[in-house]
C-alpha cells in the first residue's frame, strides 16, 4: 500500500508486487467535515471500481474506534485503541467474534495479525526515498499466505487502513 496524503485526505494505492494498482483507498465525506475531524469515512475499491470494504472512524471521546463493512454494508470488523501503561495498542475484532491479535511493532508498522496459532498476514513499512518522508507518505507491504480467506484479506487491508489513521492522529496531537 502507498499512501498518497494531501493537506484534506488519507488515500492510498495498492499495488502488486509488480507495481501494478489492483486497488484505491479514498476518503470520503465533505471537504469541511474533513477539515475538521479528519479522514473519518474510507472507502476501498478493486482497481475496476468494485468495492471491496469501508472504513468508518466512528466519533467518540478518548479510544479511536473503528467500524469496518463489507460492501453490502455488513459487518466485517471492529478496530479499538486502548491505552496501557507502557504503550498503545489495538484491539482487532471479526464479526464472527474471532480476536485478531497484532503482534510486533504496530505503529512502526512491522507486525503480524494473528488468528489463534494461524499467521495469515504480515506487515512491514518499506522506504521509498527522502521526498516522500519528507511530505509524510508512506509504503507499506501487507502478504499474505495463499489460503488467507478474501474476507479476512479485506479486513486486514482495513486494519492496516485504520491503524495509519490512528497514527497519523496521534502525530497532529
Do not use: C
Not at 25 to 49: H, K, N, Y
Not at 87 to 111: P, Y
Request: glycine share 10%; net charge negative; aromatic share 10%.
Amino acid at each position: 500500500m502507498q499512501q498518497i496524503t494531501t493537506f484534506m485526505s488519507n488515500n492510498f494505492d495498492i499495488l502488486n508486487q509488480q507495481g501494478d494498482v489492483v486497488g484505491v483507498i479514498t476518503t470520503g465525506g465533505s471537504p469541511l467535515s474533513r477539515m475538521f475531524t479528519g479522514s473519518r469515512s474510507l472507502t476501498v475499491t478493486e482497481a475496476d471500481g468494485r468495492p471491496v470494504l469501508s472504513l468508518e472512524d466512528t466519533v467518540n471521546f478518548g479510544r479511536d474506534t473503528f467500524e469496518l463493512a463489507d460492501p453490502h454494508g455488513g459487518p466485517l470488523a471492529h478496530l479499538r485503541k486502548r491505552f496501557t501503561f507502557f504503550r498503545r495498542r489495538v484491539d482487532m475484532h471479526l464479526a464472527d467474534g474471532t480476536v485478531v491479535e497484532l503482534h510486533g511493532s504496530v505503529f512502526d508498522f512491522d507486525f503480524e495479525f494473528r488468528v489463534g496459532e494461524l499467521v495469515p498476514a504480515r506487515v512491514t513499512r518499506q522506504w521509498t526515498g527522502l521526498g516522500n518522508a519528507l511530505l509524510g507518505r508512506s509504503q507499506y507491504s501487507l502478504t499474505f499466505t495463499p489460503d488467507t480467506p478474501l474476507r479476512l484479506r479485506a479486513a486486514f487491508i482495513g486494519g492496516v487502513v485504520a491503524l495509519d489513521l490512528i497514527r497519523a492522529k496521534d502525530e497532529r496531537d
